[in-house]
C-alpha cells in the first residue's frame, strides 16, 4: 500500500487548505484513515481520524476548524483545514490502517508528509 499526499503549502492566518491522500497498491481493506502532524522541535500527533464507518475524532486544537472526510471508492482521505493559524504550522502526514491481502495482519502505513506554513 502506498500514500501520497498533496495539498500543503503557505498561507495567511485565517485561509483555508485541503490536504488529499490517496492510498493505492495492493489493498483488501482499509479502516481507519488519519492525519497526523509535526512541528519542529515536537512529537508528531494525530490531528483527526475517520474509522470505516465514518466515526470521527480531533485534536482539540482543530476541533470546529479542520474537517476530515473519506472517498471509499477513490481509497482517499482529506483534510479540509479552515480558519488556519500559524500553529498550525507543520508537516503533515496521513495514516492508514489497512490489510494488503485477506490473509495479512492489519498495518500501518504513512504518506510522505506535506508542508503546511501559515504565516501570520
Known amino acids: 500500500v502506498q500514500l501520497q499526499a498533496s495539498g500543503g503549502g503557505l498561507v495567511q492566518a485565517g485561509e483555508s487548505l485541503r490536504l488529499s491522500c490517496k492510498a493505492s497498491g495492493r489493498i483488501f481493506r482499509i479502516d481507519d484513515m488519519g492525519w497526523y502532524r509535526q512541528a519542529p522541535g515536537k512529537q508528531r500527533e494525530l490531528v483527526a481520524k475517520i474509522s470505516s464507518t465514518d466515526n470521527t475524532n480531533y485534536v482539540d486544537s482543530v476541533k470546529g476548524r479542520f474537517t476530515i472526510s473519506r472517498d471509499n471508492a477513490k481509497n482517499t482521505v482529506y483534510l479540509q483545514m479552515n480558519s488556519l493559524k500559524p500553529e498550525d504550522t507543520a508537516v503533515y502526514y496521513c495514516?492508514?490502517?489497512?490489510?494488503?491481502?485477506?490473509?495479512?495482519?492489519?498495518?500501518?502505513?504513512w504518506g510522505q508528509g506535506t508542508q503546511v506554513t501559515v504565516s501570520s
Open positions: 495514516n492508514v490502517q489497512a490489510k494488503s491481502a485477506q490473509w495479512r495482519a492489519r498495518d500501518d502505513y
